[in-house]
């Protein structure tokens, strides 16, 4: 990864895809926005100071990467090889200059390297030592990940830089605190730093990574079998190193009578955003996107409008993107603008955006895959059925095709157009969990 100097730091977009036209007497307006952000020599808003690093300035990242040691990481004796392996693999794609540190969990968290509330500076003396110390990992103990994650806040908030970023891996369920502990350790850490989590093995609980993803805005997956982890945690590693703008915010402005229904990330993962909105002045509302590399993601926004008369058109919502600046003001780095038209064109007012269209129908997948799969848990066969049914049909329509995939282990798919399925007697757990920690990745529109 090449350090971005000024002439090519970050540059953000806002691309607005909805249909304006609505009906008489229609008050809910429906926009996608594509948020992109790319490498230098584009037009657009330059990132300020705070959030940028110059080639040959050290670059502007933490990073603590959080494992497993609990007992149970020596069933099988492969695992704990895994991790190992993983985190050594992880350090070798440190870059120079960052700031790193290694956590052992258990019931207790405890520093690994560099030690002594440290962090320690990549380069090739700290990352042959940091190896070397992995080498003394054992398994022995319980699972306490709060007790991980408030050790990790505690290292990366010691370093004088803008991007903060964790690895989390586990092999079992949190099982030595209780889950308000857990919870009250992720909201401690929320907006703090970022956070990837990765459960290994089948033995851990989907919706415990799923949430301190969720919660730190990180990505979650499975590895079932541990000889992946290394090809995985290089590729997290890679993929944090990338991160160039830290603490982006989706800025929402509406008019006086309007108000903010929901938002939710809908690509490359659904994502629920309307509960962490933070008010940002007179009817403003900052919803946190983390940090940002060279990527695009998609915002489904959903605005309540005033009524209006046959003709009247308004500015129903605002997009902004922002980043922090030190002295606590905002700078801009794009927008876009969310707008409303009342016609009696019945042709104009009913056509559904298609971008609209297809990330409603995600958002949707997400969701029916999760009760399905809850159902089939709770023995509720003909609930699983139809749940997963649809699941199969709106993966199909979308063309979703690493969904159907899954899906297609825990269903026989006799129909995927009409949604007609049987469940499998004999599901692989693994194939399960899969599908359930993948439920809410989405493919873009077709072009």
């Not at 962090?119 to 699972?143: I, N």
């Not at 992720?186 to 990574?209: H, M, P």
């Not at 983390?290 to 005033?306: A, K, L, N, Q, T």
Request: aromatic share 4%; proline share 4%.
């Amino acid at each position: 990864m090449a350090n971005f100097s000024k002439s090519n730091v970050p540059q953000f977009s806002v691309d607005v895809y909805q249909n304006e036209y609505m009906a008489e007497g229609a008050r809910e307006v429906n926009a996608i926005a594509t948020v992109t952000s790319t490498g230098g020599g584009t037009v657009g808003s330059a990132v300020s100071a705070p959030h940028l690093y110059s080639v040959g300035q050290t670059p502007d990242a933490a990073v603590a990467i959080m494992v497993d040691c609990s007992g149970s990481m020596d069933y099988p004796p492969t695992k704990m090889r895994g991790a190992r392996d993983a985190t050594s693999a992880a350090i070798d794609a440190v870059r120079d200059g960052v700031h790193f540190a290694v956590i052992g969990g258990t019931h207790v968290a405890k520093e690994v390297y560099p030690g002594n509330g440290r962090l320690a500076v990549a380069d090739a003396q700290t990352r042959g030592q940091a190896k070397q110390a992995l080498r003394k990992l054992s398994a022995g103990g319980g699972t306490a990940i709060g007790t991980w994650l408030r050790l990790a806040d505690r290292l990366l908030s010691s370093a004088d830089v803008s991007i903060r970023h964790g690895i989390v891996l586990t092999d079992g369920r949190n099982e030595h605190e209780s889950p308000e502990d857990l919870q009250a350790s992720l909201d401690a850490c929320a907006g703090r730093f970022t956070c990837d989590a990765r459960g290994v093995g089948t033995d851990w609980e989907v919706k415990e990574v799923t949430g301190i993803a969720s919660a730190l805005l990180g990505t979650a997956d499975i590895v079932a079998d541990p000889a992946g982890l290394s090809a995985d945690f290089t590729q997290m590693m890679e993929a944090a190193m990338g991160k160039e703008v830290a603490d982006v915010s989706l800025r929402l402005w509406t008019p006086m009578g309007a108000e903010i229904k929901f938002v939710k990330q809908v690509a490359p993962t659904v994502e629920e955003l309307t509960g962490r909105r933070t008010e940002a002045g007179p009817r403003a509302g900052d919803y946190p996107t983390g940090s940002w590399g060279d990527e695009s993601r998609d915002y489904h926004i959903c605005v309540e409008v005033p009524n209006a008369e046959l003709g009247q058109e308004m500015l129903a919502a605002r997009v902004s993107l922002i980043v922090p600046q030190p002295d606590g003001s905002a700078q801009t780095l794009s927008q876009g603008l969310v707008r409303a038209v009342w016609t009696d064109d019945m042709a104009a007012s009913t056509s559904i955006n298609p971008q609209v269209a297809h990330y409603t129908g995600q958002a949707e997948l997400a969701q029916v895959i999760q009760q399905g799969l809850d159902a089939r848990k709770s023995g509720d066969m003909d609930g699983a059925t139809a749940k997963l049914g649809r699941a199969v049909q709106l993966a199909s329509a979308s063309g979703n095709e690493d969904t159907a995939k899954l899906l297609s282990k825990v269903v026989d798919v006799v129909d995927a157009v009409a949604g007609t399925v049987r469940l499998k007697a004999r599901v692989a757990e693994a194939d399960e969990m899969t599908l359930e920690t993948r439920s809410t990745k989405t493919v873009r529109v077709k072009k």
